[in-house]
């Protein structure tokens, strides 16, 4: 394995591997479609979370062990098929149809498989690092085995309610098991590669958003409602989009380059193996709503104009937005110490807009909340450029004499 350097870049190995990834966050999105409820909601989050921990694994190994030289690029390969099946596994996971193999099962055992497979390179990478060693053990016994026997538990001896309790359980247990570990002996070896690796996640999420829209006016004719649902889907993911890459990420890259040692692990532990995904989970939701929406538009045979959203799927389009807002507010506080109170706000009022949702036709709903969405993004870009100018009051002479 061929250790990397402070300026290492995302490899072309890494988009490979997350190219099943764009995949496993469809799926999630058509576990919610297919039967929308409050408990299928819960249910694809907790997936989402259990495949969010696959994906940030190897950002992590990356960091450290070239992705695209020796061994670990065989590695990568495996997780690609394991992955892959994980994600044919997703869509029947709480609802496992007759015939072939038990889904759940399959889902578990290959997510075992994934976090084993990335001890294991790890521990190998770790060849002459002691403490490196000592948290992968750590880690092994806190946040590896004990969250599988929930997941083998539910995946094989109870279904419905009991068995996404027990999966929720072991999350609860895998992410509180990070924490007992600590941070000592993990490594961010190049900030760059670290963020640039997140923020592709976050594009690859704001992509299936678009896809979505895509699929909801599948085989239904273009008519002007429809383009004007769909130029409303994209101002709104632009929003997300602009909020993330010209207000979070940058700031959370410089933060996370200014820290070493173990205060540089803990932060890109927090900002962004925690922090980051609320941000998916955020515009997964969000994309369901999206769907719907074109959906409903496109299909005039069975929706009017004036229909709204219902249920749990009116609250995911702007729920969605909400999770989004609140985690970039996290963010963008544990990056710079300071709250966000836009951010707060907007995901505040985001959360609750569901019910207003319900109440006006399904487009009138879209492109208002893109407008929200605009407005929150420029009010808290605004802010945060005073607060800046505040901080470092010299730095605004040379601008304003050029």
């Not at 909801?216 to 649902?229: D, I, K, R, W, Y």
Request: glycine content about 10%; some cysteine; charged content about 10%.
């Amino acid at each position: 394995m061929v250790a990397t350097a402070d300026d290492h870049r995302v490899t072309p190995a890494e988009l490979f591997l997350d190219l099943v990834f764009v995949y496993a966050i469809t799926q999630v999105t058509a576990l919610m479609a297919a039967a929308p409820s409050p408990t299928r909601v819960v249910g694809a989050m907790v997936v989402l979370a259990l495949l969010w921990w696959c994906w940030c694994c190897f950002a992590w190994l990356g960091n450290v062990v070239r992705a695209d030289s020796g061994a670990l690029f065989a590695v990568l390969v495996a997780v690609m098929a394991v992955v892959f099946i994980v994600s044919l596994a997703v869509p029947d996971v709480f609802a496992d149809a007759p015939g072939g193999l038990p889904a759940p099962l399959l889902f578990v055992l290959c997510y075992a498989a994934v976090r084993i497979l990335h001890l294991v390179s790890y521990w190998i990478s770790g060849r002459g690092d002691p403490a490196l060693r000592a948290t992968l053990r750590r880690t092994a016994l806190a946040s590896v085995l004990p969250p599988l026997v929930p997941l083998l538990v539910g995946a094989t001896l109870t279904d419905g309610t009991a068995q996404l309790l027990l999966w929720l359980l072991a999350v609860l247990i895998d992410y509180a098991g990070i924490y007992v570990t600590g941070s000592s002996g993990w490594r961010v070896n190049s900030p760059g590669h670290f963020a640039e690796r997140h923020g592709l996640i976050v594009i690859i999420a704001l992509g299936e958003s678009i896809v979505a829209m895509g699929v909801g006016v599948s085989g239904f004719p273009l008519t002007v409602a429809v383009l004007g649902a769909s130029a409303a889907g994209l101002l709104l993911a632009a929003g997300l989009w602009r909020l993330y890459f010209r207000r979070l990420g940058e700031a959370a890259e410089h933060r996370l380059s200014a820290l070493d040692g173990d205060d540089r692990t803990r932060f890109a532990r927090d900002a962004y193996t925690f922090l980051h995904l609320p941000l998916v989970a955020g515009v997964v939701l969000t994309a369901l709503g999206m769907k719907k929406v074109l959906h409903q538009v496109a299909d005039t045979g069975h929706y009017g104009l004036a229909e709204p959203l219902h249920g749990v799927v009116a609250w995911s389009l702007t729920g969605g937005v909400g999770v989004y807002l609140l985690g970039a507010a996290a963010l963008a506080h544990r990056t710079s110490g300071r709250p966000s109170p836009a951010l707060l706000a907007g995901g505040a009022l985001c959360l609750v807009a569901g019910a207003a949702v319900a109440l006006v036709p399904a487009l009138v709903a879209l492109v208002l909340l893109a407008c929200a969405v605009a407005t929150a993004v420029a009010v808290d870009g605004r802010a945060a450029a005073r607060r800046e100018r505040a901080a470092h009051p010299g730095d605004a002479e040379p601008a304003a004499a050029e």
